[in-house]
């Protein structure tokens, strides 16, 4: 049921917006009372973390797999890491319906994007572990260097940087940014 009310809030939120959108036009979506929604969800404040933390956990998966693949060395996962990192913000500012949700998030709801970064800096410092066991990368502390690639990167998740940009402009600056990154990452 909880992810059928957020399914349903999204097509709410889609068609009316996130402002207009109240607990009934999600119940009415679900096909459920809205008593219903207040079994899982206590307000749409926690409907939109709740959606955010869905497609925060969504990216996190993506990013995991990369992160592990040990089918390709830590260099080639750290490029693709970071790509992919950008990317999945990029489907967040170039689609008005989620920026209009994460930008609720974003502002009243912080420790969830947040956390969401914790976990993925997380990720990052373990590629980087790895990658410096091997030689391959810079003999400074993984953590600190994860923090440092996630500060460098996070122009690709402002919506302010990245919204307006053309696919092909963005996708090239990425790509750019990420060579730049990778090879002030080697040993």
């Given amino acids: 049921m909880p992810d059928r009310l957020l399914d349903a809030a999204l097509a709410c939120f889609r068609r009316l917006g996130g402002k ?3 607990i009934e036009d999600i119940a009415a979506e679900a096909g459920v009372a809205r008593t219903a929604v207040y079994r899982y969800y206590p ?5 939109v973390a709740a ?3 869905r497609w925060f956990a969504e990216d996190e998966a993506t990013l995991a797999a990369i992160a592990r693949d040990h089918g390709r060395g830590p260099a ?6 970071l790509l992919a990192d950008a990317a999945c913000a990029r489907r967040y500012v170039t689609d008005p319906c989620l920026a209009e949700v994460l930008d609720e998030v ?3 709801l912080t420790a969830v994007p947040q956390q ?4 993925v800096r997380r990720h990052l410092t373990g590629l980087l572990a790895e990658g410096q066991a091997a030689g391959g990368f810079r003999a400074e502390p993984a953590e600190r260097l994860a923090q440092a690639l996630d500060d460098l990167m996070g122009r690709f998740h402002d919506p302010r940087l990245t919204a307006d940009l053309d696919e092909a402009v963005w996708r090239e600056r990425a790509e750019i940014a990420v060579e730049i990154a990778c090879q002030g990452m080697r040993a």
């Fill in 20 to 22: 207009r959108t109240r």
């Fill in 43 to 47: 307000n749409k404040r926690a409907i």
């Fill in 51 to 53: 959606l955010a933390t």
């Fill in 76 to 81: 080639d996962r750290l490029r693709a890491f």
């Fill in 106 to 108: 974003v502002h009243n």
């Fill in 116 to 119: 969401h970064r914790a976990h």
